[in-house]
């Protein structure tokens, strides 16, 4: 149990367009789901925190107009990179929590923006 | 503010050696320690702790937590290829009206034949 997919795992697009990827619990309901980013070679970098139903809280440092996320079921949350530039490359990952603390990650998403 | 701190960040071992990962932490109103595995994807869970003292074991891993001493530590008996990884730990942290988990900068362990 306790599987997160996310869709797409891999995507290239041209700089000054949007992207949406999606996070998918599979097998329980999220009431809380996290968006991170990481770099080559780098820690999880929390980006913002979502819980369903409402407004995602985001850390300090990132832009919630260009990050925008939406909650909108206990089995999905979406992160849109808006307007993405070659500096947002980098590796997109979200974790879906149930009930207790333990994060469940998804497979992550490669973003190339040329 | 809340930190985490893994050590050693890197570690290369021969295939059966016995390693220990440390990660120590500052947070405020601690709620939880999770250990996870990275290869080359997304993170994979290994244990949660919770409770000071009691061993969590899983095959040739195991964790223990010390809440007094701010600390836990991963332990891998008979390292194999198959360990060689990132583990990451982190601490669930309660927070005003969300809770979040603080990530440490990782320990990359790299088992040789």
């Known amino acids: 149990g306790a599987v997160v997919s996310q869709h797409p795992s891999r995507v290239i697009c041209k700089s000054g367009t949007s992207v949406k990827i999606e996070c998918r619990s599979l097998?329980?309901?999220?009431?809380?789901m996290f968006w991170y980013r990481q770099f080559p070679k780098q820690s999880l970098m929390l980006m913002a925190t979502?819980?369903?139903?409402?407004?995602?809280?985001?850390e300090q440092g990132v832009e919630k107009d260009k990050f925008l996320i939406n909650h909108a079921s206990l089995t999905l949350s979406t992160l849109t990179v808006t307007s993405a530039h070659p500096e947002d490359s980098s590796f997109y990952i979200c974790?879906?929590?149930?009930?207790?603390?333990?994060?469940?990650f998804g497979p992550g998403t490669r973003l190339t923006v040329l | 503010e809340d930190k985490v701190v893994q050590s050693p960040l890197s570690l290369v071992v021969h295939e059966g050696d016995t390693v220990t990962l440390n990660c120590s932490y500052e947070?405020?109103?601690?709620?939880?320690l999770l250990w996870y595995k990275q290869e080359k994807k997304a993170p994979t869970f290994l244990f949660m702790l919770?409770?000071?003292?009691i061993e969590k074991k899983s095959g040739r891993l195991s964790s223990i937590l010390d809440k007094k001493e701010l600390f836990s530590i991963l332990n891998i008996t008979a390292t194999q290829t198959g360990d060689s990884a990132i583990y990451l730990c982190?601490?669930?942290?309660?927070?005003?009206?969300?809770?979040?988990?603080?990530f440490g900068p990782g320990t990359s362990l790299s088992v040789i034949p």
């Open positions: 974790s879906a929590r149930g009930n207790t603390d333990t994060q469940y």
């Open positions: 097998d329980f309901q999220a009431t809380t």
């Open positions: 979502s819980n369903e139903g409402s407004k995602a809280t985001y």
């Open positions: 947070v405020t109103n601690f709620r939880s």
């Open positions: 919770t409770s000071s003292g």
């Open positions: 982190a601490w669930g942290a309660m927070k005003t009206s969300y809770d979040k988990v603080i």
